[in-house]
């Protein structure tokens, strides 16, 4: 029966295999580790009024941060070749990267339907953009992120290999039917859905703003946005074709022959891989969004990064959008504070 989980630790303890999950995983906590605690702690500590993107970074940073901290864990189990944590520790940190992959794309699609907003109806989203409706979003978020990884709780498990010494932490179903509901209400609620939302957004964006100009620093929350949609479907895209074929083999057949199990194990091993690396990047594209901001304002780089978007109630007052204003010079003024989640 094939895994399917969230998180390299289900790459199979094969030395291959653990030791391309075990780069792989060193690699994401030196660089990601680091990287999102520096996110967190520049909005935490150097901003003093947080607009709305900003605390969508915020929790961003957090999810991925919950998901590294698991690392080490995984790690232990791939160097040993055994699970010594129990039950309970099987399925706690597989639920943890099941609800930060839900919390990441849900505050993504959350992003791009904020600035959707913005640009279609500018006093609306002014309207909208206040402290307790951003709040109650992302406390919305990350309920309806726990409730969509319940299924790891249900199918995760430890079984003991034929050896009495051996420990998998993997998944089991009572079905094949179980199996199949599980790769695909994992893809259409994880990948499918969330995404059609935000490429439906962007391209409404993209034509509503085709011949307008901006103002260098929407200009860079709208390169900051693209560059985290883009990363997180690059890495994930590959995992969730993988377990859509899975579905669709155990629908083709009966018995899944060997062959292609083997195969589909092998290609699940390797996209899980890629897809923790998602839980690093982010900071880095922050850096690149940045530009020159990076040589200017050091270590308050983010923060000064994510400072113009304080002001977009005030440019949605005066017939902008999130993105563009009708000069292309307009700074916030004193009246923008109640947009800012400080």
């Known amino acids: 029966m094939v895994n ?3 998180s390299p630790a289900a790459l199979s303890p094969a030395p291959s295999r653990s030791s391309l999950a075990i780069i792989v995983l060193i690699l994401a906590l030196i660089v990601g580790l680091p990287g999102n605690s520096f996110v967190v702690w520049s909005i935490l500590a150097k901003m003093q009024k947080r607009s709305v993107t900003a605390l969508m970074v915020l929790n961003l940073a957090v999810a991925d941060l919950a998901v590294l901290l698991t690392a080490p864990f995984f790690l232990h189990y791939l160097a040993r070749g055994t699970w010594i944590f129990q ?7 597989f639920y943890i990267c099941g609800v930060s992959m839900y919390a990441s794309v849900l505050l993504i699609t959350a992003m791009s339907l904020d600035r959707s907003l913005a640009v279609a109806r500018p ?31 249900v199918y995760r498990t430890v079984t003991v290999e034929r050896d009495n010494r051996t420990m998998r932490c993997s998944t089991k ?7 199949v509901f599980h790769c695909l209400f994992e893809s259409i609620t994880g990948f499918l859905l969330p995404f ?21 620093s929407r ?30 083999s155990l629908l083709a057949w009966e018995a899944v022959p060997k062959q292609i199990t083997q195969k589909l194990n092998f290609a699940r091993s390797v996209t899980i891989a890629v897809a923790f690396l998602s839980s690093s990047v982010n900071p880095v594209l922050y850096a690149c969004a940045g530009g020159r901001l990076l040589r200017s304002a050091g270590l308050g780089f983010v923060a000064k990064l994510l400072e113009g978007t304080g002001s977009e109630a005030s440019i949605s007052r005066r017939g902008g959008t999130l993105n563009q204003t009708a000069r292309g010079d307009a700074e916030p003024g004193p009246e923008d504070s109640h ?3 400080g």
């Open 87 to 93: 039950l309970f520790g099987c399925r706690l940190f």
């Open 339 to 341: 947009d800012t989640l």
């Open 173 to 179: 179903y009572p079905h094949t039917n179980h199996q």
């Open 219 to 248: 200009r860079r929350i709208g390169r900051m946005v693209a560059l985290i949609i883009l990363a997180f479907a690059a890495f994930w895209l590959p995992y969730h074709a993988v377990i859509l074929v899975d579905a669709g």
């Open 4 to 6: 399917n989980t969230t």
């Open 196 to 216: 059609l939302v935000v490429v439906l957004s962007y391209s409404d964006i993209r034509r509503r703003l085709q011949n307008r100009r901006f103002h260098s």
């Open 123 to 153: 006093f609306v989203s002014q309207k909208l953009r206040t402290k307790t409706v951003a709040r109650r979003v992302l406390a919305g978020i990350w309920v309806v992120s726990f409730l969509l990884a319940t299924p790891v709780l």
